[in-house]
């Protein structure tokens, strides 16, 4: 059965939004490498931001994203093994939110953090991905949902400050996408509506 353009192209916005979750956290992990023990705020400023975005990565993912892939996958254990990875996430995330800076378990913590996040990553990007090209999943639904949800987490997390009244927040593009430095996704996260959190 041949996918049909809106799917494909479905799938392929998908699939970014997701990407651009995962180069947001990693960005944030390097991010933090760089800053020294003395700036304690900054620190835990980045980590409750990398924390929060991550929170939403993962609540979309399990709520909407691997349950659409389900029978979908020729390797349906990818899936468990997401979901494995998630729980260890969130277990690591939970620890850090009680955690201050200053803590000798916090730098530890969000390394380690860090060291699953990344593995999670590249075994998405690199193995269950690859796997959606030819998967039998209503795309333009799993989209239209995804976004939807992905507006409602933000809102509820904090990441954006209006989007619920902006036209534009449809994109569904990454919160911390500002992050990167682009003057352009700086100009889109403004006009998302989504919160832009400056670590200096």
């Not at 619920?164 to 569904?172: F, I, L, R, T």
């Not at 919160?175 to 700086?186: C, H, I, R, T």
């Amino acid at each position: 059965m041949a996918v049909s353009k809106n799917a494909s192209a479905a799938r392929k916005e998908i699939l970014d939004m997701l990407i651009e979750d995962h180069k947001s956290a990693k960005k944030l992990f390097r991010d933090f490498e760089k800053l020294s023990q003395e700036d304690a705020e900054e620190r835990e400023s980045l980590v409750s931001l990398a924390c929060t975005e991550l929170k939403l990565h993962t609540q979309l993912e399990e709520e909407l994203f691997y349950p659409a892939l389900r029978g979908a996958l020729k390797e349906q254990d990818l899936l468990e093994e997401a979901e494995v990875e998630h729980a260890s996430a969130k277990q690591l995330i939970e620890q850090l939110d009680s955690l201050d800076a200053d803590d000798p378990k916090f730098t530890a913590t969000f390394k380690v953090l860090g060291e699953y996040v990344k593995h999670h990553i590249k075994e998405e990007e690199s193995e269950m991905f690859e796997q959606l090209q030819r998967a039998k999943v209503d795309w333009p639904l799993l989209l239209e949902q995804m976004t939807a949800r992905r507006m409602e987490l933000e809102m509820e997390l904090g990441l954006a400050e209006d989007a619920a009244g902006d036209d534009e927040s449809a994109d569904a593009q990454p919160v911390g996408a500002a992050l990167e430095g682009d003057d352009d996704a700086d100009d889109a996260g403004k006009s998302r509506g989504g919160r832009r959190q400056t670590i200096e």
